[in-house]
């Protein structure tokens, strides 16, 4: 059950970034057609070829951010949760969608990147294009790291294992500066303004991280209703209440000791009179 309802959760933010997205790349189209129509013949094809540089760097900005500012990030959401269950079908699934989740971001990033090299001039002056370079080369080592993962219990799983989560985790936290230095540089180079997708990709990354911080608190909130519940149902047992044989059975009781104690009282006044 948590596992669908996780599902179908995810499935409504990729549809969500997926329309984003989409409607970023018609806006831009629209006021791309929009200019190109005010100029003159002779300035209408250097605007052309203008709006087609344009256009290729709107697409690689969107793949990467799909890419290393989504899925990664999502990728590494789901692992966390898988190493929080117990074994068994919960734990494969999530494995397995960690798996694809991944695959997918490196396929994007990789897409981009070739986009990148054909069309771009990659003289590698910024900090933007730089970090891109190191970002390419590191994903794919992930990769490669992550299909030779050895099998637990042997002395390579602690160093595989702290490689991996060190790399994906860097290259995760790199990847989404990435994405604020190449928002930046689209602003340098079109004049486009930037901030309502650079307002929108904070708030995405503000959900993802409080959504990783919050797992380590959904166990101990649920042990505290736990808790919570269990005082109110049980509260704390009060004396029952005896019964009418019982108190007859104390009453004669009370009576027979009284009797014993008044026989020794005469006893004694019989010794000393």
Same mark, same amino acid.
């Not at 590494?76 to 079908?89: D, P």
């Not at 930046?184 to 486009?192: G, I, L, M, N, P």
């Not at 736990?226 to 029952?240: E, V």
């Given at each position: 059950?948590? %596992? &669908?309802?996780?599902?179908?959760?995810? #499935?409504? #933010?990729? %549809?969500?970034?997926?329309?984003?997205?989409?409607?970023?790349?018609?806006? &831009?189209?629209?006021?791309? +057609?929009?200019?190109?129509?005010?100029?003159?013949?002779?300035?209408?094809?250097?605007?052309?070829?203008?709006?087609?540089m344009i256009s290729y760097m709107a697409v690689h900005g969107l793949l990467l951010w799909g890419s290393m500012g989504?899925?990664?990030?999502?990728?590494?959401?789901? %692992?966390?949760?898988?190493?929080?269950?117990?074994?068994?079908?919960?734990?494969k699934v999530l494995l397995y969608l960690h798996a694809i989740l991944q695959i997918l971001a490196v396929l994007l990033a990789t897409v981009g990147a070739v986009m990148s090299i054909k069309n771009f001039e990659n003289s590698f002056s910024n900090h933007h294009q730089r970090l891109g370079l190191a970002l390419y080369a590191a994903i794919w080592m992930q990769t490669f790291i992550g299909f030779f993962r050895p099998p637990r219990g042997t002395k390579r799983r602690n160093t595989w294992y702290l490689t991996h989560w060190i790399i994906g985790t860097v290259t995760s936290m790199m990847g989404i500066i990435n994405i604020y230095t190449?928002?930046?540089?689209?602003?340098?180079?079109?004049?486009?303004?930037?901030?309502?997708?650079?307002?929108?990709?904070?708030?995405? +990354? #503000?959900? #993802?991280?409080?959504?990783?911080l919050f797992q380590d608190k959904w166990e101990y909130i649920q042990k505290q209703g736990?808790?919570?519940?269990?005082?109110?149902?049980?509260?704390?047992?009060?004396?029952?209440?005896a019964s009418d044989q019982d108190q007859e059975i104390n009453v004669s009781t009370q009576r027979d000791n009284q009797k014993a104690c008044t026989g020794k009282r005469n006893a004694l006044r019989n010794l000393f009179d």
């Open positions: 059950m948590q %596992v &669908s309802h996780m599902l179908s959760s995810f #499935i409504t #933010i990729l %549809v969500l970034h997926c329309l984003l997205l989409s409607t970023f790349v018609s806006c &831009s189209s629209h006021g791309e +057609i929009t200019a190109s129509t005010n100029h003159k013949n002779i300035k209408g094809n250097a605007h052309k070829l203008s709006s087609q989504f899925l990664m990030p999502v990728g590494i959401l789901t %692992v966390r949760m898988a190493n929080k269950e117990e074994a068994g079908r919960r734990v190449g928002l930046k540089a689209y602003h340098k180079k079109t004049s486009r303004n930037t901030g309502i997708w650079t307002i929108l990709f904070t708030a995405e +990354i #503000i959900f #993802i991280a409080f959504f990783y736990l808790i919570l519940g269990n005082d109110n149902n049980n509260p704390q047992q009060q004396p029952a209440p």
